[in-house]
């Protein structure tokens, strides 16, 4: 079972921010927050990743919280084209199950003109 | 120049058939992955090979086979194809442990 809690939809307006909270309230020590996205039709993408420090990459800004029980995803300037459902995934970075993503139900993000 | 490429994008078949759903990469990754997308929209691994060892088997039916000839390659086996089959099937790669996966754009099987 994922082990985090997403709102199942979400909108957005053209050319603001995206801020997509995620719950995961049980991650262990060793355990990354991961964010995927799947645009309609196609393969699910990496945007990013992260232990406990934000980052930030092309794409969009990872902030965890300090205690890591949850994160938020931020898109700085949507575009429609982000229109696509959002997961967030705790994975471990070692042992046996390492590669194994568990995906939830995810956040539904609708960008609208 | 795509990452993970799967062929055929889409399988129309009838049950009981054998078929095969090729994977190739191109990122010089060392692990590959299969996932199946259910009508749902759950994304569940079926396997993963590293160095041609298979290193997580969930509790997929065995008449799915994962083939890997050589890094690059994944190949996915099915026999005796059934209903519950038909879903869209990934296939992914990543290098090393806790890299991000890269995933290919599916197939869609249908079981007919």
């Known amino acids: 079972d994922a082990k985090t809690t997403q709102p199942p939809s979400m909108d957005c307006a053209e050319g603001r921010a995206a801020n997509l909270p995620c719950n995961h309230s049980?991650?262990?020590?060793?355990?990354?927050v991961y964010w995927y996205r799947q645009i309609h039709s196609q393969g699910p993408q990496y945007i990013i990743h992260?232990?406990?420090n934000n980052e930030t990459n092309e794409m969009a800004s990872l902030i965890i919280t300090e205690d890591r029980k949850s994160s938020t995803l931020i898109l700085p300037h949507a575009t429609l084209r982000d229109t696509a459902v959002y997961y967030c995934i705790v994975r471990p970075l070692y042992g046996g199950t390492q590669g194994n993503l568990i995906f939830g139900k995810g956040t539904k993000l609708s960008v609208k003109p | 120049d795509t990452a993970v490429s799967q062929t055929p994008k889409y399988l129309v078949t009838q049950m009981g058939n054998d078929k095969s759903i090729k994977c190739e990469q191109n990122?010089?990754?060392?692990?590959m992955y299969w996932y199946k997308q259910d009508s749902k929209k759950f994304l569940k691994i079926m396997f993963s090979y590293n160095n041609k060892e298979l290193i997580i088997n969930e509790t997929v039916p065995n008449r799915f086979s994962p083939k890997s000839p050589d890094k690059a390659h994944l190949n996915l086996h099915i026999n005796s194809l059934e209903l519950g089959d038909s879903a869209v099937y990934f296939c992914?790669?990543?290098?090393?442990?806790?890299?991000?996966?890269?995933f290919g754009n599916g197939t869609r099987l249908t079981v007919t």
């Open positions: 992914a790669s990543s290098q090393g442990r806790g890299s991000p996966l890269h």
């Open positions: 049980t991650i262990s020590g060793n355990e990354y």
């Open positions: 992260g232990l406990k």
């Open positions: 990122l010089g990754h060392d692990t």
